[in-house]
């Protein structure tokens, strides 16, 4: 009668055991713990299924741990008994000379979380940002969008970061906590301007110094455009005079007689923005024209695209411009930036629903010239489903064509007042600045 006592309180002290979920770390011992149990400890280590790689992703966020980073938070093992494993085993071995049960414990460098932890909180965080806008002469004098706040909840973000560890994850979601504006870009405009549409971009690296101050003026004609509803955007008309009264500063050229420093050299690099914001806003391209051989300041598409030629557009006040229309519901609001040594055309206004999707580039036909022809796709799909597609072919020949010649024109003295009219046209047509 007694054994059977002591028999029955041995399996409740082990069902007891089997049902223990002690907080650990953040977790539950049922999340925290593989499940994997043995008589014995294992006489050498199991290896972990811990991450080779780990990206954590924001909605504007997107930061793989570096190997250091993975190294120092790389997950350890261990092997124990709870009291009431310990207890329940040493009775079942008493009663019926059965062994108690070991269980494989995961820990984390607590140290190496919080720091990668808090480098994630100062990425992450960002106070609400009320809309403004003030309109004048069809141009955004005062413009800011809205945008959420969001801060990193800090326990919910440990708890998936060492999951993704012990589990070998490839990605996670960051956890935040959002704030809504108070004010938002409808509530301030009647024309459509509501929130962003699309964003262009370019990467500049490697520019002179002269180049750079060219994209920066280039740019600086386009921010707080607005595009009205239905109408034709010409980048030409909306450039205005390239001297050096205005800014610019010789740079290299591409004319028929070579690679040549004139007044603006560098522009194309702001239409080749302009142009791909159009493009992927999905937006009816009306004229537009690759640079004569490729260019290595157009190839960078985007971080998860490799570089390519095949969605650039050149332009030359007089010789050749790029041009677009405004198809959607509202007017579009364009915002330029530069971050670094990339260029951004943000594009805002109201969606309809499209959906716009891109195959390529593909690089065809290339020589050892340094000839190459691009082929780019774009399918844009309505909010009825209705396909419409554009092939956009490029052609490039040899740079070859185009010898470099390096002799600057001489400073010109800023005229006094500044001109009000663009200069003369150039007589040739295959002009790229």
Known sequence: MVKKLIFIFALCLIAEALMFTSVLGGFKRAQALPAESQTSPPASPIPLDQAESLVLVNENYRQPLTPDELASLAPTDSWEKTPQEALGGYLLQAVGGRQGSWKRQVNFNEQSAAEVILALEKAV??????????????????????????????????????????????????????????????????????????????????????????????ASQYRGLIIPKGAEFSFNDNLGPIDAAHGYRPELVIKPEGTVPEFGGGLCQVSSTAFRAAFFAGLPITQRRNHSYAVAYYEWISDDRPRAAGLDATIYPGAQDLKFVNDTPGAILIWTSLEGTRLYFDFYGTPDGRKVAMEGPEIYDRRASGALKAKVVRTIESATGEIQELMLNSNYVSPNLFPRVFEYPPPVPPPTPPPESPAPAPEQTTNEI
Do not use: C
């Open 125 to 218: 965080n960002r106070p609400v940002q009320n809309a403004q806008l003030i309109v004048a002469d069809s141009r955004a004098t005062t413009f800011a969008p809205h945008l959420a706040g969001q801060i990193l909840d800090l326990g919910a973000t440990r708890q998936v970061l060492l999951r993704g560890l012990r589990d070998g994850e490839d990605e996670i979601a960051l956890p935040v906590v959002r704030e809504s504006p108070a004010t938002r870009l409808a509530d301030l405009n009647d024309l459509g301007i509501r929130e962003l549409l699309v964003r262009g971009q370019t990467d500049f690296s490697g520019s002179s110094a002269s180049r750079i101050q060219n994209v920066k003026v280039g």
